[in-house]
């Protein structure tokens, strides 16, 4: 028999979206239980450097004017109103407290930044904004990749100060559903030690970050093979459990999409290299012809899309000897906020040690050097003939100072032309998947009738329904912003859903507690 526990909300997962939601159902008023698959809290977000937000008091503090209504409406123009105006909203009026929220728990933040500086002539359209609240580390470090695990540590520490109970190991596994109401009234979930567990609950909200680390899920929705065009960050345990457990209920459906972006596989572990090639450099797909202006590669949605486009759907991105003393002596063309701020001293202990040994499963390379670009181009399979004319014709251009294929900057216009020659395969990197599950501003679920499921919430990525086809990088921080914000929306009504559901009452025709 089932081990039977009881609690006035049920969080299933504690990643970002799931210790928000736990921290604000318990803030106000809610005896809450929060599920966790892994062995500690933060989910994906302990990989990530912090959120988005409009009107933030670090904003104000550095003279940033930029509004909630300024952020809604830009994100609505991107997306052309093709997602929920009022989930979009209502996140972006949250978010400038959210940050306020954090700071009082003992969150500091480093600076607001934004992802890059769009071109002079390109600014009307992809221009980013300082939207972006990088979490200062504990121990005093400059920030990267990892920075907000500070943040998942401070909000873990406040949601158990408000007797917020984690089972940790102890994954959700479905949902109990009242038949006569149709109201969700508790969890499944199975410990550690494989007991099962049953917990009664006035509402349960589901936040278990999509299926990122599960690859036929990835194949059977968007198509991708992960590991031969897809190299996104498979999170251990992100395997659409709660994407399922919700649909199983009754949950309506959204299209599912992955915040494309380009990397090399296992970039991680490759960061010197990886960074050296985000530059403004010669970039083409495997004819060896130019696919986009090379100085846009600042903006990884804008290439991950392109790159998805391509033959084989991967690019690639060469320079040579002449454009790397460059960039060793002056600094990169393109400043990364993510990458060692001493790339280029980093890069060539990184690269031989690659060298020899950085390639596929089938023993291809992802990255080569040579000293001709005829030995370059079969190295990494690229179609030499046509490489080669293409080249030609790019070292034309440099020469006259002007790029009449795709209006380059002049600046950047700088010939292919003095070995060795260095080159690497780009391919279509995620952070995860986003949406999947029907949600309103409230974060209740709904059904594909649109009618809400009593005591069902759904925050996160799940949820993240606001992007369209696209992630908006001009808006910096806007996935782990969206989760904190729906998070905190959905705990705030469970909370009042949970603690307005007396015992003697029961659910209406239109969903609400009477």
Same mark, same amino acid.
């Given at each position: 028999?089932? =081990? ?134 504990? %121990? ?15 909000? !873990? ?44 609950? =006035? ?12 690859? =036929? ?95 084989? =759907? ?18 990169? %063309? ?25 390639? @596929? ?9 040579? %000293? !001709? ?88 990525? @799940? ?5 369209? %086809? ?39 025709? @239109?969903?609400?507690?009477?």
């Amino acid at each position: 028999m089932a =081990k039977q526990l009881e609690c006035d909300v049920v969080v299933v997962a504690a990643g970002l979206s799931g210790l928000a939601a736990a921290i604000s159902a318990a803030e106000n008023g809610a005896n809450v239980i929060c599920l966790e698959k892994a062995s500690n809290t933060g989910g994906a977000a302990n990989m990530g450097m912090g959120p988005c937000a409009a009107n933030s008091p670090v904003q104000r503090a550095n003279m940033i004017n930029l509004t909630a209504g300024e952020l809604f409406r830009r994100h609505m123009f991107y997306t052309h109103y093709q997602v929920d105006a009022k989930l979009v909203k209502a996140y972006y009026d949250k978010s400038g407290d959210t940050i306020q929220w954090l700071m009082d728990m003992g969150v500091q933040f480093h600076h607001v930044g934004r992802a890059f500086g769009g071109e002079e002539r390109s600014r009307g359209y992809s221009e980013g904004l300082f939207t972006w609240h990088v979490v200062q580390p504990e %121990d005093g470090s400059e920030p990267g990749p990892r920075a907000a695990t500070t943040m998942t540590k401070r909000m !873990t520490e406040r949601a158990q100060d408000l007797g917020v109970e984690f089972l940790l190991e102890t994954p959700g596994t479905g949902l109990i559903k009242d038949e006569e109401t149709g109201a969700i009234v508790g969890a499944k979930a199975v410990s550690k030690d494989g007991e099962e567990i049953e917990i009664s609950s =006035k509402a349960v909200i589901v936040a278990t970050g999509g299926f990122g680390h599960n690859t =036929k899920m990835i194949k059977d929705y968007m198509g991708f093979e992960w590991g031969k065009d897809l190299f996104s960050f498979a999170i251990p345990g992100m395997d659409g459990d709660g994407f399922n457990m919700v649909h199983e209920v009754g949950g309506g459906h959204t299209p599912v999409t992955m915040e494309l972006m380009y990397q090399l596989p296992d970039n991680m572990n490759h960061f010197y290299v990886e960074g050296a090639f985000r530059q403004p450099c010669y970039w083409c797909n495997r004819l060896g012809e130019r696919f986009m202006p090379e100085d846009e590669v600042y903006n990884t949605t804008f290439v991950g899309n392109a790159i998805n486009h391509l033959p084989g =759907k991967v690019g690639y991105a060469i320079f040579d000897a002449n454009m790397l003393r460059r960039w060793k002596k002056y600094g990169p %063309d393109i400043v990364s906020h993510v990458h060692p701020h001493d790339l280029y001293e980093g890069f060539e202990a990184q690269w031989n040690a690659d060298l020899e040994t950085y390639k @596929d499963d089938e023993g291809n390379p992802y990255i080569a050097q040579a %000293d !001709t670009l005829e030995e370059l181009a079969e190295k990494l399979g690229i179609k030499v003939d046509s490489f080669l004319a293409a080249v030609e014709e790019y070292n034309e251009m440099c020469a006259e100072g002007y790029d009449s294929l795709f209006e380059k900057g002049r600046e950047y216009m700088i010939p292919l032309e003095e070995g060795p020659f260095y080159g690497c395969k780009q391919f279509c990197g995620a952070y995860g998947t986003l949406g999947g599950v029907l949600v309103n501003h409230r974060l209740e679920v709904m059904t594909d009738d649109y009618e809400t499921i009593p005591g069902l919430y759904c925050v996160g990525t @799940d949820a993240c329904t606001i992007y369209g %086809d696209s992630y908006n990088f001009c808006i910096s921080g806007n996935t782990m912003g969206f989760c904190l914000n729906s998070g905190r929306i959905a705990g705030e009504n469970a909370a009042e859903l949970a603690l307005g559901a007396g015992d003697d009452g029961e659910w209406d025709d @239109d969903g609400d507690w009477d």
